[in-house]
């Protein structure tokens, strides 16, 4: 959620299914995310999701749009969602739940925290794109710079200039 909230840096339509017992707290996003510019639909179920999404993005009048599914999506919707996204000029930012990716997707990245135990920081990140249509794979170790508003991209342990591994 991290990710898609610092993905979308502005005016964003946020759709989460109404059924899941879990809510998204605008106030939560405050340190990435000013919450005055989110927008959150609780549609019934994911195909009430998937329409919502298809025509936010087709639409245009937000510049981001973050769709949370919990089943996988099939060739034809998430064919559908990517044309939406074209269409509109918008983009569109799908939480896909780990092992149910779409072939539809132009990029597919995985972000999961990075634990220091020696650190009191708890925003190191490891973000990951695992499938890019258009360009190279890679793995960076990212933490937010609440005082800029930005990611400072880390260089993992053991490979930081100096240390023991690396040539440096």
Not at 95 to 119: C, D, L, Q, Y
Request: aromatic fraction near 6%; glycine fraction near 8%; include cysteine.
């Amino acid at each position: 959620m991290g990710f898609a909230a610092i993905a979308a840096r502005g005016p964003v339509l946020w759709i989460r299914e109404a059924w899941l017992s879990d809510t998204l707290t605008p106030q939560g996003l405050l340190p990435l995310f000013d919450p005055s510019q989110l927008l959150l639909a609780r549609p019934k179920d994911q195909m009430d999701a998937l329409a919502v999404a298809e025509e936010a993005l087709k639409d245009g009048a937000l510049p981001y749009v973050v769709l949370e599914i919990t089943r996988p999506l099939d060739l034809r919707e998430g064919r559908r969602v990517q044309l939406a996204a074209k269409a509109g000029g918008t983009t569109g930012v799908c939480i896909i739940p780990e092992n149910m990716g779409s072939n539809a997707s132009e990029t597919r990245w995985r972000a999961t925290p990075v634990f220091e135990p020696e650190r009191q920081d708890s925003t190191l990140m490891r973000w990951e794109t695992i499938k890019n249509k258009s360009g190279t794979l890679g793995v960076w170790h990212v933490r937010w710079n609440q005082q800029t508003s930005r990611l400072d991209v880390v260089s993992p342990v053991g490979e930081r200039p100096g240390s023991s591994g690396t040539s440096g």
